[in-house]
């Protein structure tokens, strides 16, 4: 396992170059490699020319020209996996490989993904450092959130382009997000720091779309779901660990005068600096096209057969400007407005992700303003979610496993509508909770009944991701990466904005007993009405999918 996380790492490919080829070498570098007889240059079915034997040497083409009868019956050799069971497709790697990689991945998320809130806990000395109201203090916040909509929209089908593969993406827009942290915390104002925050939201972004892709690539369709939501729940619970480690931060760096809001973002420059130097050599690449792509180089490189290609090389050889500007700015909004199904997913999510970053907002006001709890407490209510995110694991992953892989293992025919019952349980528990944190959040009422709530919300939304994600999937696959870039785009460009209008939702149409309960209960009536959305899919869904452009 060593070797090939080593060998197929960043630092591993780049190395393996630069001594051309002889460290962290390939079984095709080693000289006791026996080339197959197809990848020879002197190997070729001849049975087309034997057919026209009679023909001289010379035939005519289809656009009137004379070419070779030779060159005319020779055909590119395509490079394939050795077999079944070849150990070098990422597929076929042993289960304690794919968990170690899993796990990489889940620790990028995080290492990412919780930059969004760190900083929340010091907006009030953000405040007073630079004159400004609370909304203008989590513009950041915003930029970020927004930022990391934008990112897949560029960086994702790189990913999925062969020649660059994913691994090279997340180190190098990792090494970004690491450098960027620097100046964040050294920002002189506030207009220089919104602009930080949003590029370091874009190069952030792959980790947070691309990563599900990368579980896909070792994880064979059967268990799909599970393995996904194994990974999902480090990126979920990322946003809610940040205000947690950025309260502790701010209130214990402020020693010696120095600014204590400052070290939410040293503390990323640590860990997204220690995410590189570790992944950089450990993260294999997986993109399966890309592997082949690599293999096919090696080959001809060994046997000087140019004729040698694979899937990688053939697509990039037929892949215009014109097509790539469209995969890459087109499709996406086009999926968007022209399919009623990713329309309707794009709002659901973007509501599940509005209102947890509006708790950004609402926890403080609940548990500092009413019930006085100190920042670090404060920042420790937010472990609510992370249970609650959990605990719908918990939940979603036995049930999909019954539900998904077993009958997929047994040859059943699945459609899409199979995450739907799941979706529904989801859409029921997100307004129960947001209803119970709103309406128990008084000063007449313990702390606790509000943590019940935000757990209960937490575990409808971890559910609602993934069997709407799932859903999405499973429908659109051909146009995954425009689905998902559209996704990612409209939901964090929506529940960005959200907490820039968070604090004056709550509080002037809150009352004194009860604070957040009104401003809870737009949201709750709203994700009441959203359960519609899952319904509607389980009764009519193929019927949507008959009708679209899109989907499969």
Known sequence: MTHTFLRDSFWGTIINYLTSHKTFTHKEDEKSYVIPDKYLPGYKQIDEVEESADLEDAIESSDGSVVDAKEEASSEIIVSWDGENDPENPYNWPLRRKIFLLAEVAFLTVSVYMASAIYTPGVDQIMAKFNIDQTKATLPLTMFVIGYGFGPMFLSPMTENAAIGRTSVYIITLFIFFI????????????????????????????????????????????????????????????????????????????????????????????????????????????????????????????????????????????????????????????????????????????????????????????????????????????????????????????????????????????????????????????????????????????????????????????????????????????????????ALFRSVIAGVFPLFGKPLFTNIGSEKFPVGWGSSILGFIAVAMISIPVYFYFHGPQLRARSRYAN
């Open 180 to 487: 960027l942290q620097i100046p964040t915390a050294l920002s002189t104002s506030l207009a220089g720091l919104c602009v930080l925050r949003f590029i370091s939201g874009f190069f952030a972004s792959p980790a947070l779309a691309t990563g599900g892709a990368t579980i896909g690539d070792i994880i064979t369709m059967p268990y799909m779901p599970v393995g996904l939501a194994s990974w999902a729940i480090g990126g979920v619970m990322g946003p809610s660990l940040g205000p947690l480690i950025g309260a502790v931060l701010v209130v214990r760096g402020g020693h010696d005068g120095y600014e204590s809001w400052r070290w939410p973002f040293w503390f990323m420059a640590i860990i997204s600096g220690t995410c590189f130097l570790v992944l950089g050599w450990t993260l294999p690449e997986t993109y399966g096209k890309t592997l082949l792509y690599r293999k096919a180089n090696r080959l001809r490189r060994i046997t000087g057969n140019q004729n040698i290609t694979s899937e990688g090389h053939i697509e990039n050889s037929k892949l215009t400007p014109k097509e790539l500007a469209i995969d890459l700015l087109y499709r996406p909004f086009e999926i968007t407005i022209i399919e009623p199904v990713v329309l309707s997913v794009n709002l659901y999510i973007a509501l599940v992700y509005s209102v947890m970053y509006l708790w950004f907002e609402g926890f403080p006001i609940v548990f500092v303003g009413i019930h006085h709890f100190t920042l670090v407490e404060m920042g420790v209510t937010y472990v609510s979610i992370m249970i609650g995110i959990a605990i719908g694991a918990a939940i979603y992953v036995p049930y999909m496993y019954n539900k998904f892989t077993k009958r997929v293992l047994r040859g059943e025919g699945v459609s899409p509508e199979l995450f739907m019952p799941m979706a529904i349980f989801g859409a029921i528990m997100m307004p129960i909770g947001i209803f119970i944190f709103g309406w128990t959040s008084s000063p007449d009422i313990h702390w606790f009944p509000p943590l019940i709530g935000g757990a209960i919300f937490a575990c409808g939304a971890f559910i609602i991701f993934q069997t709407l994600f799932n859903y999405l999937g499973a429908s659109f696959y051909r146009y995954l990466a425009s689905v998902f870039a559209s996704n």
